[in-house]
Nanobody, 124 residues
Framework: VQLQASGGGLVQAGGSLRLSCVAS????????TGWFRQAPDKEREFVAA????????YYADSLKGRFTISRDNAKNTVYLQMNSLKPEDTADYYC??????????????????WGQGTQVTVSS
């Protein structure tokens, strides 16, 4: 299984980025894909998650309204649209997949597969 995250970069505060996570190597029906981020010297934290059907999405409370998670199953791709970016959004962003619909979608240890991370830097 491979998860390939991309789309990070350097952006000014107030700008936008769209991250992509392409999955391959098995069927992902019934899975949940999450985005997490890790800033320097901080723990990896939950950002957003989406069920395989795309019907249910979840966000960290502090990010609601600025970030949007979506998916295109025909492309095996999950997206994270990030708007109104702030310097405190600077981090490495990781996508991850767990092969169930567990309610504890914020818990990183419950995810089975991880991508390599893509760096997002927001300048003030």
């Amino acid at each position: 299984v491979q998860l390939q995250a991309s789309g990070g970069g350097l952006v000014q505060a107030g700008g936008s980025l769209r991250l992509s996570c392409v999955a391959s190597g098995r069927t992902f029906v019934g899975s949940t894909t999450g985005w997490f981020r890790q800033a320097p010297d901080k723990e990896r934290e939950f950002v957003a998650a989406i069920r395989w059907t795309g019907v249910s999405t979840y966000y960290a409370d502090s990010l609601k309204g600025r970030f949007t998670i979506s998916r295109d199953n025909a492309k095996n791709t999950v997206y994270l649209q990030m708007n109104s970016l702030k310097p405190e959004d600077t981090a490495d962003y990781y996508c991850a997949v767990r092969m169930d619909y567990g309610l504890d979608y914020t818990r990183r240890e419950k995810y089975d597969y991880w991508g390599q991370g893509t760096q997002v830097t927001v300048s003030s």
